[in-house]
Structures are given as structure tokens and as C-alpha cells.
């Protein structure tokens, strides 16, 4: 069975997941142009990377669950793909 997944994650100081339960899904993130600083993701690995405003990246078939952003409070963050 194939899903779309499209979510806008608004930001906070606080790290949060991409997702509340086990998802894999082939998706583009991408961090909007219009964000006033940069988001900050943190994989199972625990490291951290900051991804500036306008910066995007796809993954194929990544556990959305393992990824956790934070950011400007009010940034966002979005997700667009599906489970094919």
C-alpha cells in the first residue's frame, strides 16, 4: 500500500520528531527560504547538522521517526514523499 506523507513542522527551541511512530517513506525535507535561521537535525547517530534557510535534501526510504529537528521558534520545516 503507498501513502503520500506531507506535514509542515512549525519549529522550536526543542528537539521534536519528524514523526510520532515508525514511518519509512521516501521524502524530500526542505527547509523554507522565508526561515528566519537555521534548523537543526539530529539523526539515531545523535549528530547534529544545521541546515541554512532554502536548503532541501531527498532521502530514500529513511525512518522518519530516527529524525529530530529544531530551530527559530516558528521556522518551519516540510516533508513531501510517500511510501512507495
Known sequence: MHNIVMTK???TAEYQRISGESLVASVE???PPTNAGSATFKAASGDEVPWVPGEY???RAIDLYDV???GTPGDTVT???GTW
Open 68 to 70: 529530530q529537528v529544531k
Open 9 to 11: 513542522i512549525t519549529l
Open 79 to 81: 516533508v513531501i514523499g
Open 29 to 31: 525535507i526542505s527547509c
Open 57 to 59: 535534501h531527498a532521502f
